[in-house]
């Protein structure tokens, strides 16, 4: 079974454009997190779900700078653009991420394919019951579910909103839950980046905890927001935006 991670990127985000090239210590902010991901002991490969829009000529540029996978299609439509990705990409099991995560913890990627792995169903997430911070989402499924979804629905909310339509259907699909073993859970905690206030945390953290070492994960970041109350609070005001 090929395992590829498809990471949704594009430069025209509502609430903070261009984002994903935004720089982290001289960086862009998706190289980071895909230096991350390449950490990750299940992922066969990565790729890069962008549009066909010109503006995202920066993103396929950088793509192949990085030698992974880039595939572009429609700004709308991201369920058949994670489709086409994964196909291109010759997957079996697609890994959705999404390009404003840049912290994204490996272990954790691979704990909820493990847990696909393991058990007979068709979907896995971490985040039908919501124990780890946002930023560390990971939703794992085969091709052909997305196949059978993109045959089924042709709603606005569930084309743009990738794996939507399986987790509201489990009288359809198969669902398992991945959930975290951090001790007093960490749900509260907010690390993507949406807003200006989010890449401003981001942006610290990474200051603190990568030049003393590159391969931290989320218990060096809670250890560190323990510690320094100030950058939580940093962002702690921003509301994720309803998929509904």
Sequence with gaps: MRIVATIEARMRSSRLPGKVLKTILGRPMLALMIERLRKSNRVDAVSIATTTDKSC????????????????????????????????????????L?????????????CVIDA???????YCSNGLIETYPRGMDVQVFPVSVLEKVAELTQQPEDREHVSL???EHPDMFRLLNVESKIPGGSS??????DT?????????????LYPINSDFGLQDILNLLSQRPDLQAINRHVQQKAVR
Excluded: M, W
Excluded at 116 to 122: G, R, W
């Design 57 to 96: 000529d920066v993103i396929e540029t950088l793509a192949n700078e990085l030698q992974i996978g880039c595939y572009r299609g429609s700004e709308d439509d991201v369920l058949d653009r994670v489709l086409q990705t994964a196909k291109h990409s010759k997957a079996d099991l697609i890994v959705e």
């Design 98 to 110: 999404t390009g404003d995560c840049p912290l994204l913890d490996p272990t954790i990627v691979d």
């Design 116 to 122: 696909f792995l393991a058990n007979k169903v068709d």
């Design 165 to 167: 339509y399986i987790y």
């Design 188 to 193: 509260d905690v907010r690390l993507t980046v």
């Design 196 to 208: 200006e206030e989010d890449f401003e945390l981001v942006s610290r953290i990474y200051e603190e």
